[in-house]
């Protein structure tokens, strides 16, 4: 069975939310068709990377620097695509190399101060998305991201749109438009809010609360505040006072099909003078510890089947979407701690990492939201206070907002 179909199979929509965009590599380790070309460390392109199969095939171009790339050839189907990328040099002269898949030959060479790539295809395609991942997650590169594809350009779903493949992005980088619209901008996105602990589990304690009810209340506020707008759906991994295992909050949201994963959270400390709010992402222990859930095929999480028949091309797989997951991840904490840094006050390292359970879910983006500590007096005032919860929440709602605008614009079309 063809690595989409599978995909389509194991994971529903979310393949058109990310996992089509990253599985054409996972052809690399499967059939060991990877093309490499190397370049001198001053010129803008680096390396060229191949994969993928006649359907659907994948180039990396690797670049020193941000770009902003433009389609010249058509968009209709054809046996060749070209792009361009503004400034980027080809220092010592032409590039070329074989393809792999449906792209029979690549060459890059300079036009009008441009770096322009040539896609000789093997049969009629088009590019499907085109994308840049900027530096990060241990590497120094920028890596420009063309797939070329079979498949006509299908029409934009509303719910999935919002989440394909990577989105981490630098906001002096503008896409150039390509063939697929913009996401339909009053589309519902899936919002599942976590309220922290519950029934039995009732978390931290202050001078007069209990985290637990703290939590309920703040996501009880986000919920309306979201809701009210009509852009979202949310989904409650708890509506009222019970205990919900952390695991199960994980399925909740991978269920759901989750465009964000927000868990909240009171923080607690020995010294009452301690105050803050805290953003986590999933921390790189975190990144292994699904890794060995899903291959040592661990109880802990829900079954996750990946496509592939050696583990080499499934850990490819896994990885690639686990690091689109958690660029997006951080992408939105750090709006989160921007909307929010003028109603509540922040400690001074505010976005951290951890192998929370409830951030490992592979595909969803997720953050822990610590809204303070309810230890300090008046940390816990702001949290028990339904005004001032309700100007914090508004500040979350408000991150989520620019999150899927900032999303929308730079979506791959």
Do not use: C
């Given at each position: 069975?063809?690595?989409?179909?599978?995909?389509?199979?194991?994971?529903?929509?979310r393949?058109?939310?990310?996992?089509?965009a990253?599985?054409?590599?996972?052809?690399?380790?499967?059939?060991?068709?990877?093309?490499?070309?190397?370049?001198?460390?001053?010129?803008?392109?680096?390396?060229?990377?191949?994969?993928?199969?006649?359907?659907?095939?994948?180039?990396?171009?690797?670049?020193?620097?941000?770009?902003?790339?433009?389609?010249?050839s058509?968009?209709?189907?054809?046996?060749?695509?070209?792009?361009?990328?503004?400034?980027?040099?080809?220092?010592?002269?032409?590039?070329?190399?074989?393809?792999?898949?449906?792209?029979?030959?690549?060459?890059?060479?300079?036009?009008?101060?441009?770096?322009?790539?040539?896609?000789?295809?093997?049969?009629?395609?088009?590019?499907?998305?085109?994308?840049?991942?900027?530096?990060?997650?241990?590497?120094?590169?920028?890596?420009?991201?063309?797939?070329?594809?079979?498949?006509?350009?299908?029409?934009?779903?509303?719910?999935?749109?919002?989440?394909?493949?990577?989105k981490?992005?630098?906001?002096?980088?503008?896409?150039?438009?390509?063939?697929?619209?913009?996401?339909?901008?009053?589309?519902?996105?899936?919002?599942?809010?976590?309220?922290?602990?519950?029934?039995?589990?009732?978390?931290?304690?202050?001078?007069?609360?209990h985290?637990?009810?703290?939590?309920?209340?703040?996501?009880?506020?986000?919920?309306?505040?979201?809701?009210k707008?009509?852009?979202?759906?949310?989904?409650?991994?708890?509506?009222?006072?019970?205990?919900?295992?952390l695991?199960?909050?994980?399925?909740?949201?991978?269920?759901?099909?989750?465009?964000?994963?927000?868990?909240?959270?009171?923080?607690?400390?020995?010294?009452?003078?301690?105050?803050?709010?805290?953003?986590?992402?999933?921390?790189?222990?975190?990144?292994?510890?699904?890794a060995?859930?899903?291959?040592?095929?661990?109880?802990?999480?829900?079954?996750?089947?990946?496509?592939?028949?050696?583990?080499?091309?499934?850990?490819?797989?896994?990885?690639?979407?686990?690091?689109?997951?958690?660029?997006?991840?951080?992408?939105?904490?750090?709006?989160?701690?921007?909307k929010?840094?003028?109603?509540?006050?922040?400690?001074?390292r505010?976005?951290?990492?951890?192998?929370?359970?409830?951030l490992?879910?592979?595909?969803?983006?997720?953050?822990?939201?610590?809204?303070?500590?309810?230890?300090?007096?008046?940390?816990?005032?702001?949290?028990?206070?339904?005004?001032?919860?309700?100007?914090?929440?508004?500040?979350?709602?408000?991150?989520?907002?620019?999150?899927?605008?900032?999303?929308?614009?730079?979506?791959?079309?």
């Amino acid at each position: 069975m063809p690595i989409a179909a599978e995909l389509r199979r194991v994971f529903g929509g979310r393949i058109a939310r990310g996992l089509l965009a990253v599985s054409v590599l996972a052809a690399v380790g499967a059939a060991s068709a990877a093309v490499v070309a190397g370049h001198t460390p001053e010129a803008g392109v680096l390396k060229v990377r191949v994969g993928g199969d006649q359907s659907q095939t994948r180039v990396v171009i690797e670049l020193d620097r941000a770009v902003t790339g433009k389609l010249l050839s058509a968009e209709t189907p054809s046996k060749q695509v070209v792009v361009a990328l503004p400034k980027v040099d080809v220092a010592g002269g032409d590039m070329s190399g074989p393809g792999a898949g449906l792209v029979k030959g690549w060459s890059i060479d300079q036009a009008a101060g441009a770096a322009r790539i040539k896609l000789d295809l093997v049969k009629s395609g088009q590019i499907k998305r085109r994308f840049l991942l900027p530096a990060g997650d241990g590497l120094n590169v920028y890596r420009y991201v063309i797939d070329v594809s079979t498949d006509a350009v299908a029409p934009v779903s509303p719910v999935n749109a919002s989440a394909r493949a990577s989105k981490a992005v630098l906001k002096t980088v503008d896409y150039a438009p390509t063939a697929t619209p913009l996401p339909d901008p009053g589309a519902p996105k899936v919002i599942v809010i976590d309220a922290g602990h519950g029934g039995k589990d009732s978390g931290a304690l202050g001078a007069s609360k209990h985290e637990k009810d703290l939590t309920l209340a703040a996501a009880h506020a986000l919920r309306d505040r979201l809701m009210k707008s009509g852009r979202y759906k949310v989904v409650m991994t708890r509506d009222t006072d019970v205990f919900v295992p952390l695991e199960q909050r994980v399925q909740i949201a991978r269920r759901a099909n989750a465009d964000l994963f927000i868990s909240l959270h009171a923080d607690s400390g020995g010294d009452p003078a301690i105050r803050g709010a805290t953003v986590y992402t999933l921390s790189e222990k975190g990144t292994d510890r699904v890794a060995r859930g899903v291959f040592g095929k661990s109880d802990w999480f829900m079954n996750v089947a990946l496509p592939g028949q050696d583990a080499a091309t499934q850990r490819i797989l896994l990885d690639l979407t686990q690091r689109e997951t958690k660029n997006r991840s951080s992408v939105f904490a750090e709006t989160v701690l921007s909307k929010i840094a003028d109603k509540v006050e922040l400690l001074r390292r505010s976005h951290r990492d951890a192998g929370f359970m409830v951030l490992l879910a592979p595909e969803v983006p997720a953050v822990l939201l610590e809204m303070g500590f309810v230890t300090n007096p008046e940390d816990e005032r702001v949290l028990a206070d339904p005004e001032r919860r309700k100007a914090f929440m508004g500040g979350l709602a408000d991150a989520i907002d620019a999150y899927f605008v900032q999303e929308a614009k730079y979506a791959m079309r």
